[in-house]
Every structure is written in structure tokens, then in C-alpha cells.
């Protein structure tokens, strides 16, 4: 059973308009969310983070949203650039012993020039 | 800086055969940690050492699987009597401090070993 889901396998977006990806979760006890983003034949990349306590968290052009109760998150990239066509993997986690990265399936992002 | 190293990056086995994975982690990380990727899918939690100990292996998914840390830096990953299920790509990751969640420190990953079972 997937605790992380990413249900869109893929998205394409004009370069310079806004990336939005979506993620979502089943484990209420998650409380710390991240995003990779992965080029191919390359190890995942952390990019950003997000605390259960926040609803926000902005980093530049990217910006990772939070609804606890929907158990939902997304991250947007504005404005998109090529250089960001990426697998982009969500991850969440618990604290404690059985706190380890749980990630879902990805998200592959083509940003068209 | 230097970051994970991984070798080989491509290995190709006879299914029976054993292989051995190396992972380099950043020096000074505490944490490491090995993910398996299979194709399509997100990477999967093998196993998790804090220095030396092996503190969770719970992600193994058979015990055919061994990995160690004998030292506290070079990690290895050991798969016996390989199976054609065994293919897929191999990631090792390491963190600055403890933990596993990556909440106290990012997990910075390896370009991953591509393990093909024929």
C-alpha cells in the first residue's frame, strides 16, 4: 500500500510560466515532507523541505504548500526554467525509529523552451 | 567537494551469481543509508547505519541481502545467489548528522549501482 503517491507520472510546461507539482500522503503520523528533484543516470537531489508545523516553506522560485488536513502537498517552480526538467520525487517522514524517507513513485517535469 | 561515490555503476550478473556494492560516503557523515529503485518506482528504504551500527534493516528484502559499515565510513552491499528481482539500481545516501527522516540533516545521494540479473 503506498504511503506517498504521486498520481501524475508526468507534466509538460512552457519554459517561464508556473510548474506545479502534486503529492499526496495516507500516513497521518508524517511529519516532515520533502522534495528531490533527479536528471538521469544521477542520484536524487534534495531541493526543499517542509515541517509539519508550517503551511509554507519558499525557497527562490520554488515553494513547497502543505494542507495537513487534505494530506496533500505541492511544490511550485515559478517562473520554469529547461534547466528544471527533472524526475521530481516526493518524500515524507515520521520521527522516531520507523522514521525513514518514504517516497513516491515521481514525477517527471519537461519545461518546454 | 566530493560527494557519494558509488561503484561499479553498472553490473551485470548471472542470476546465482554474488555481487558486492561500495558506497563512499561524504567524510565526516554520520548517517547512511542504501535505497533500492526499481524501474518506475521511487527509491525503497533498505537499510540505515548510524557510524558503525547497523541500526535498522528492516527494508531488506530478503536475507540474501547483507550490508556493513565496518568502520563507520565505506559502506558495502552484499546480494547472494542473485535473482532476476534483484535488478534495479542501488542508491547509497549519507547525512552530516543522525537521523533518519532527514528533518536534522538532508540525505545527499550516490548516482547509484544499475544491477542487471540475467
Known amino acids: 500500500d503506498q504511503q506517498v503517491k504521486q498520481n501524475s507520472p508526468s507534466l509538460s510546461v512552457q519554459e517561464g510560466r508556473i510548474s506545479i507539482l502534486n503529492c499526496d500522503y495516507t500516513?497521518?503520523?508524517?511529519?516532515?515532507f520533502l522534495w528531490y528533484k533527479k536528471y538521469p543516470a544521477e542520484g536524487p537531489t534534495f531541493l526543499i523541505s517542509?515541517?509539519?508545523?508550517?503551511d509554507k516553506n519558499e525557497d527562490g522560485r520554488f515553494t513547497v504548500f502543505l494542507n495537513k488536513s487534505a494530506k496533500h502537498l505541492s511544490l511550485h517552480i515559478v517562473p520554469s526554467q529547461p534547466g528544471d526538467s527533472a524526475v521530481y520525487f516526493c518524500?515524507?517522514?515520521?520521527?522516531?525509529?520507523?522514521?525513514?524517507?518514504?517516497f513516491g513513485k515521481g514525477t517527471k517535469l519537461s519545461v518546454k523552451p | 567537494g566530493a560527494g557519494v561515490s558509488q561503484s561499479p555503476r553498472y553490473k551485470v550478473a548471472k542470476r546465482g551469481q554474488d555481487v558486492a556494492l561500495r558506497c563512499d560516503p561524504i567524510s565526516g557523515h554520520v548517517s547512511l543509508f542504501w535505497y533500492q529503485q526499481a524501474l518506475g518506482q521511487g527509491p525503497e528504504f533498505l537499510t540505515y547505519?548510524?557510524?558503525?551500527?547497523?541500526?535498522?534493516k528492516s527494508g531488506l528484502p530478503s536475507d540474501r541481502f547483507f550490508a556493513e559499515r565496518p568502520e563507520g565510513s565505506v559502506s558495502t552491499l552484499k546480494i547472494q545467489r542473485t535473482q532476476q528481482e534483484d535488478s534495479a539500481v542501488y542508491l547509497c545516501?549519507?547525512?552530516?548528522?543522525?537521523?533518519?527522516?532527514?528533518?536534522?540533516?538532508?540525505?545527499?545521494f550516490g548516482n547509484g549501482t544499475r544491477l542487471t540479473v540475467t
Open positions: 545516501a549519507s547525512s552530516l548528522r543522525r537521523g533518519r527522516g532527514g528533518r536534522n540533516s538532508p540525505l545527499h
Open positions: 500516513n497521518s503520523m508524517f511529519d516532515y
Open positions: 518524500a515524507a517522514s515520521r520521527g522516531g525509529s520507523q522514521g525513514n524517507l518514504i
Open positions: 517542509i515541517s509539519s508545523i508550517k
Open positions: 547505519f548510524q557510524n558503525e551500527a547497523q541500526l535498522d
